[in-house]
């Protein structure tokens, strides 16, 4: 197909026929042209799923704003200094941004001059794929080529790499991420030229916007093609300090698949990386991913070489999340394909397995006269240590019977039984047996 030309055509239905994209349209369309821009436009030729919607327009905001509140939507001025506003209809909203120019740019942000020229708008995006532009019948306009580069799988930037990357430092980190997602076989030779030339400059970008595409990067079906990629061209050095760990990288994409779960950035990170916890400051890891790291640190891992009764002891001691974590880890660490049926065994056992209540509080041990503190804390422990080791009984006359050997119920009178065991001592005489 020539650039330029219109051949392209979306079959009917589905979400190019959504009532409230299709609003939007029609009221932009009536004093300007209005169509669907960049990512929607390329997932939906590549068959893939289609989730937010952006348009550009040859209106300026303020036509965008008095065009659509004289249909009754709603408009919010997202990014009015860039010419986005946020058209809402039928409560979905639709960024819609004047087509432009970038005069200047510094990084994210950019001094932009509006035109009506599509060429020009397509020429400051970042790869040709993204230049793709739909209109409301189905039609996709190209002016940049993009879409034979989509259909072969090439990663190319728009112009001159170099220029492209200069604009915005985080386009090398997207340039990678992009052939993860869409690309095919190597990436291109000039764009990965000028991405190992300019590398350094990643260290100047902001952790919210590494981690962003670095999760992007880790869920996306090529991830382990690219991280290889990355390590040549050392960027994973300058982005972790370190190279990514590539075979276990593929076993757990592997793993993944096999057990139809969707990919987890965090598990991939703690994977590539050995110890994801020291990236906190760095990726802006949150209090939850910490909590995450953490757990996997509790105790041994599990195996498949656990039996029943150790398995259930490590899953209560872990958590399903933790204990389920750590098997994918684990399988993927090893050198068992993802087909095997002992390391699929113990996932299984991990989110089939009913987890056991400890039916014992510090309450009953206070009723026994044991005061608050660390002896408690050390009675409940014991208590329940013996617990996990006879088969996490739930009979709790069965456990009131033990705890009575720990800390017998005082006397009617007040008093403890004479020449009886102090809880401390029974508490003691307990973790010598």
Not at 95 to 108: A, C, P, Q, S, Y
Request: hydrophobic fraction near 40%.
């Amino acid at each position: 197909m020539k650039r330029g030309q219109v051949k392209l055509r979306f079959g009917k239905g589905g979400w190019l026929k959504e009532p409230a994209l299709q609003k939007v349209l029609d009221v932009l369309n009536k004093t300007g042209t209005t169509r669907i821009a960049g990512g929607a436009v390329r997932n939906a030729l590549l068959g893939r799923a289609v989730a937010d919607v952006d348009l550009a327009t040859t209106l300026k905001p303020e036509e965008v704003t008095i065009e659509a509140q004289g249909a009754g939507l709603k408009v919010h001025p997202t990014g009015i200094e860039h010419g986005t506003v946020t058209v809402v209809a039928e409560g979905k909203p639709f960024e819609v941004t004047t087509l432009r120019i970038d005069v200047e740019t510094f990084g994210r942000r950019a001094r932009v001059a509006f035109t009506d020229d599509w060429t020009a708008d397509a020429s400051r995006r970042d790869f040709t794929m993204n230049a793709l532009y739909c209109d409301a019948r189905g039609e996709v306009h190209d002016p940049l080529g993009g879409y034979e580069d989509l259909k072969r799988g090439r990663v190319r930037f728009v112009g001159e790499p170099r220029q492209r990357i200069r604009e915005d430092f985080l386009r090398i980190l997207r340039f990678f991420r992009f052939n993860a997602q869409y690309g095919k076989g190597s990436p291109d030779k000039e764009g990965l030229r000028h991405c190992v030339a300019l590398r350094k400059h990643l260290k100047a970008l902001s952790a919210e916007r590494i981690r962003q595409e670095l999760w992007k990067l880790l869920v996306a079906p090529g991830a382990a093609r690219m991280l290889k990629e990355m390590n040549k061209a050392g960027i994973t050095r300058v982005v972790l300090g370190r190279e990514g760990e590539v075979k276990g990288l593929e076993r757990m994409a592997q793993i993944d698949e096999r057990l139809k779960l969707s990919p987890d950035p965090l598990l991939r990170l703690e994977l590539i990386a050995a110890d994801a916890a020291r990236y906190r400051d760095q990726l802006k890891l949150t209090n939850a991913e910490m909590a995450r790291l953490k757990a996997l640190k509790h105790g041994a891992p599990p195996t498949p070489g656990l039996r029943t009764a150790e398995r259930k002891i490590v899953l209560y001691q872990m958590g399903r999340q933790a204990f389920a974590d750590s098997v994918l880890l684990g399988w993927a660490k090893s050198k068992a394909p993802a087909s095997d049926k002992s390391w699929r065994s113990l996932f299984n056992f991990g989110r089939k397995t009913d987890l056991p209540r400890f039916p014992i509080t510090g309450e009953e041990l206070k009723a026994r006269g044991v005061e608050p503190g660390p002896q408690l804390g050390a009675m409940l422990r014991s208590l329940e240590d013996w617990w996990m080791a006879a088969g996490f009984p739930q009979e709790k006359a069965l456990l009131l019977k033990r705890l009575d050997a720990i800390a017998p119920l005082p006397s009617p009178s007040g008093s403890a039984h004479k020449n009886q065991p102090t809880p401390a001592e029974n508490a003691e005489n307990t973790e010598k047996q």
